[in-house]
């Protein structure tokens, strides 16, 4: 179940794009470039933080360091972090154009019809 969770966000967001941009059903599923942008910066961002938190589980939890160079981490966080960051504006992006639409080309009844 946790991959559906990697899948279903991204397709829900396609799917309600295009039909909210006056899409017929059978089109639903073409790709959005500013779905996958938004979904690939959220999805890079999630895994860069998933590993330094393990990082830091593995150096208190075991005998083992992981030993990089100063900075690193701190780098990556400031990465992920950045990611995500971008992700939300882009996120914001796609809400509104997907409200403009709604008002302006469909209805909302056509939009989840």
């Known amino acids: 179940l946790p991959a559906i969770n990697l899948y279903s966000p991204k397709g829900a967001m396609r799917q309600l794009w295009n039909r909210s941009h006056g899409e017929e059903a059978w089109f639903a599923n073409q790709s959005v470039d500013a779905v996958n942008s938004w979904w690939t ?43 995500l ?12 154009r997907i409200t403009h639409a709604q008002a302006t080309v469909t209805s909302v009844g056509d939009t989840f019809a």
């Open 41 to 83: 910066c959220y999805i890079v961002g999630i895994l860069i933080l998933s590993l330094l938190t393990g990082i830091v589980i593995v150096d208190r939890i075991t005998p083992f360091m992981f030993l990089t160079p100063p900075g690193t981490n701190m780098l990556a966080m400031a990465f992920a972090s950045s990611l």
């Open 85 to 96: 960051a971008g992700s939300a504006w882009l996120l914001i992006r796609i809400i509104s």
